[in-house]
């Protein structure tokens, strides 16, 4: 369950400051469904090359594209 993104953002916005969310589903809850432990650090390291290109508006890296 996400519980920090709107903390961050109604922090930046009260410093008018930008700010971003990327999210990775991991868990299924009502099926109680988990990615597999590969397939979750396949989808972290494409999360992380993401944050990375907006932080840096820089273009994406992953050949996995």
């Not at 922090?11 to 700010?19: E, F, I, L, Y």
Request: aromatic fraction near 4%; charged fraction near 15%.
């Amino acid at each position: 369950v996400e519980m920090e993104a709107a903390t961050v953002f109604t922090v930046a916005a009260r410093h008018g400051a930008q700010a971003g969310c990327a999210l990775l589903v991991s868990d299924i809850v009502a099926s109680k469904q988990r990615i597999d432990s590969e397939a979750l650090l396949a989808a972290e390291l494409v999360l992380g090359e993401f944050a990375i290109a907006a932080l840096g508006h820089a273009p994406l890296v992953s050949s996995s594209r």
